[in-house]
């Protein structure tokens, strides 16, 4: 029998988001498992801040990649994130906003729930 994901608050995990579609399994919702090496986890809304943050850190999520499916991130959109990445950029006071609902229960593992709490935003309807 499955588990059913669940998110940080204890709750079921929520989507992230669909447009574009994010998770590792890109199925819109921040799920891991033994593949994920990057335990993609922590859905984000992603600010300018953060992305410049990530593209001198070597990740360069704003430019498109059509041969991998990626459109390119721009400041708004929802993303589930590395939670090393997401606690890199909160250990350099710019991490981006986080969905609670939708971080998958596994990032606690990595970065501090009261962290995250802090940097928590409500949920958007999903485009």
Request: charged content about 20%; some cysteine.
């Given at each position: 029998?499955?588990?059913?994901?669940?998110?940080?608050?204890?709750?079921?995990?929520?989507?992230?988001?669909t447009n574009p579609m994010t998770g590792f399994w890109r199925?819109?919702?921040?799920q891991t498992g033994d593949e994920d090496l990057g335990v993609?986890?922590?859905?984000?809304?992603?600010?300018?801040e953060f992305l410049s943050f990530s593209r001198r850190r070597?990740?360069?999520?704003?430019?498109?990649?059509?041969?991998?499916?990626?459109?390119?991130?721009?400041?708004?959109?929802?993303?589930?994130?590395?939670?090393?990445?997401?606690?890199?950029?909160?250990?350099?006071?710019?991490?981006?906003?986080?969905?609670?609902?939708?971080?998958?229960?596994?990032?606690?593992?990595?970065?501090?729930?009261?962290?995250?709490?802090?940097?928590?935003?409500?949920?958007?309807?999903?485009?």
């Open positions: 029998m499955k588990r059913t994901a669940r998110n940080v608050l204890g709750g079921p995990l929520a989507t992230c988001s199925d819109g919702c921040c993609h986890t922590i859905c984000a809304r992603v600010t300018a070597g990740n360069d999520l704003s430019t498109p990649a059509p041969q991998h499916g990626f459109p390119g991130l721009k400041p708004g959109d929802q993303w589930c994130l590395c939670a090393t990445r997401w606690r890199e950029a909160f250990e350099a006071g710019c991490a981006p906003d986080v969905v609670l609902e939708a971080t998958h229960e596994a990032a606690i593992e990595i970065v501090p729930i009261e962290a995250l709490l802090r940097h928590a935003t409500q949920v958007e309807a999903i485009a």
